[in-house]
């Protein structure tokens, strides 16, 4: 029950920064999912397609969506963006 609190007090702190209503339903609805596809949120949530990718682009630009193999996932707080991460290198 705690852990389960502590994901949701997390995942709904960031919302009060989103203007957009469609936006933090996005936000909230991978946090509940973990990962979908365009296709996936337009289905479970009813927004047009245009409406979707300028919600996720937003999530996108803030660090609260992940883009990859063909769908959208939520970032945790300790989980840095792949393309930001320091890549370990090779030993010679």
Known sequence: ???RRARHDSAVAPLAELSSPRTKLVY???NVVDEATVEELHEAL???YMELYSAL???RERD???FERDSY???GED???SELAERPSRAQ
Do not use: Q, S, W
């Open 1 to 3: 029950m705690v852990a």
């Open 64 to 66: 609260d969506v992940r």
């Open 73 to 75: 996932r939520r970032l």
């Open 46 to 48: 009813g927004i047009r």
């Open 28 to 30: 909230l609805y991978l």
């Open 79 to 81: 989980e840095p963006d």
């Open 57 to 59: 682009r937003i999530l």
